[in-house]
Nanobody, 114 residues
């Protein structure tokens, strides 16, 4: 049974930092990529960052240079370190495991506000 369990999120002031974590289990996680998406109410879910099985990261233009994705294949976890947060980063963030039909985490609210 595949499980994708997120932790982290919360309220942070503009310019601050926050880290999201995601634990994935139920298959050979180290052989597959992992991703983070975010969704603002009323908008489509947006790909924020992804990381290949070998650890090569990729980022959307909106977060390039501010966010960092990393994985730990010994623990089957993926993390999203978010720095220099802006109000427009406010969204619900989802971890996504593209295995078979794909599996989503439960989502975590990130609010950037003073």
């Amino acid at each position: 049974q595949v499980q994708v369990v997120q932790s982290g999120g919360g309220l942070v002031e503009p310019g601050g930092s926050l880290t999201l974590s995601c634990a994935v289990s139920g298959y050979t996680v180290s052989r597959y990529s992992l991703s983070w998406y975010r969704q603002i109410p009323g908008q489509d879910r947006e790909l924020v960052a992804s990381i290949t099985a070998r650890g090569t990261p990729a980022y959307s233009d909106s977060v390039q240079g501010r966010f960092a994705i990393a994985r730990d294949n010994t623990k089957n976890t993926v993390h999203l370190e978010m720095n220099d947060l802006k109000t427009e980063d406010t969204a619900v963030y989802f971890c996504y495991a593209p295995y078979h039909t794909g599996y989503w985490g439960q989502g975590a609210q990130v609010t950037v506000s003073s």
